[in-house]
């Protein structure tokens, strides 16, 4: 997706990190980083998954114009097979890590609209 840095330090964990995870488990790993200058929680990390996706509401709240956005010809298709209203297409910086352990890099993301339940 984004052009990434020529960093390459592992990211590891300790047990401290596993404390209260029960194992063995495939759960996807949660964390928080900054987009745009913004800590942006709840980003899910799932090594299934093909896309980086953006909701409509959290790129009005970080102040992304909507002039940004690229329009794709690509629908996304929810694991049910239904369609997900997609906005287009708008590219970010994307700061990983902290202090002198991160990488910054540009990913696009597929910005959709989230219909509540």
């Known amino acids: ?4 840095s020529s960093w390459h330090e592992p990211i590891t964990f300790t047990l401290a990190d596993g ?3 029960k194992h063995p488990h ?4 949660v964390i928080y980083t900054v987009v745009k200058g913004y800590k942006v929680h ?10 980086n996706i953006l909701s409509t ?4 709240n970080i102040g992304i114009d909507a002039s940004r956005i690229a329009l ?6 929810r694991i049910e097979r239904s369609a997900v209203p997609v906005k ?12 002198l352990h991160c990488v910054t890099i540009q ?8 219909t509540p339940l």
């Open 1 to 4: 997706m984004g052009q990434e």
């Open 19 to 21: 404390q209260g995870i």
């Open 26 to 29: 495939k759960d996807a790993l």
């Open 42 to 51: 709840r980003i899910l990390i799932d090594d299934g998954s093909s896309v």
């Open 57 to 60: 509401k959290t790129m009005t």
């Open 72 to 77: 794709v010809p690509t629908p996304l298709i």
């Open 88 to 99: 287009g297409a708008v590219e970010l910086t994307v700061i990983v890590g902290t202090a």
């Open 107 to 114: 990913q696009t993301f597929m910005v959709i609209v989230v």
